[in-house]
């Protein structure tokens, strides 16, 4: 793959916040509590201050939205999205399912995504139109799977598809799948990149939680969408990730 610019500065921001997530890691952090609810640490909030410092340095005229300082007022072409630590609840309880999450728009398009979940020693990334890779090295492509009784599909928490009165829909997946999992936040999307599940499902998140991993997903040839089958946007709330080959069949499973 031949790193862009962007790439090679956001790959650089994602490994120096690595640093500080590791640094904090089992170490009896305080949890806050931000006004929807969710926890937030000290770890979440240096590792977005040190990515949002190396990206101005080099692009002093970028954009920003962040999960934990929100969006910047630039009016630019380019617009990195930041999700500082990915599974914020299990970091907060030392179980090593999270991860670092950087993208790119160009004005309305995602042009790179970095994934890096450093204790599962997974650091992956796509640039659009150059396919996704592991730990630099290694090209990933999701599976061939064409059957929904051969799927391994991962859901997200069952209380918001309750809330979408669609938890009856998930059930008869369950029913007809081979297998049906849940590894949660970005674990989950990067499996389905690697080809390892088939499927994701999930009927809350924001766009800091999908973007990079639609970048990776979609250049190792898979499919994301909305879960009623839509491009997603930053105001998009739900997403349904898969190999490509299942997804209209799953969007039918959810109509």
């Excluded at 630099?136 to 009165?165: C, H, M, P, R, W």
Aim: with cysteine; hydrophobic share 40%.
């Amino acid at each position: 793959m031949d790193k862009s610019k962007f790439l090679l500065t956001g790959i650089e921001a994602v490994k120096e916040a690595q640093k500080i997530v590791l640094k904090y890691f089992d170490t009896n952090l305080n949890i806050d509590t931000k006004k929807d609810g969710s926890p937030v640490t000290i770890a979440d909030r240096e590792s977005e201050q040190i990515i949002r410092k190396i990206i101005t340095s080099a692009f002093p005229d970028h954009g920003f939205i962040g999960e934990e300082y929100g969006d910047s007022q630039k009016k630019s072409k380019y617009t990195w999205v930041i999700d500082p630590i990915d599974g914020t609840k299990n970091y907060s309880r030392n179980i090593p399912l999270f991860a670092t999450e950087l993208a790119l728009f160009e004005d309305e398009e995602l042009i790179l995504g970095i994934s890096n979940a450093p204790l599962l020693k997974k650091f992956v990334y796509a640039q659009k139109g150059q396919g996704a890779y592991l730990n630099e090295t290694q090209k990933i492509q999701v599976s061939k799977v064409d059957k929904i009784k051969n799927a391994y599909i991962s859901i997200g928490s069952l209380k918001y598809f309750k809330k979408l009165e669609i938890l009856n829909k998930l059930v008869k997946i369950n029913e007809d799948c081979a297998g049906m999992k849940g590894f949660g936040d970005t674990w989950s999307y990067q499996f389905v990149a690697e080809g390892k599940l088939d499927a994701i499902i999930e009927a809350k998140l924001k766009i800091w939680d999908i973007a990079a991993v639609l970048v990776i997903i979609q250049e190792a040839g898979g499919k994301v969408t909305d879960i009623d089958g839509n491009k997603i946007t930053t105001k998009s709330t739900s997403a349904l990730a898969s190999n490509g080959i299942l997804h209209k069949l799953l969007l039918d499973y959810l109509a």
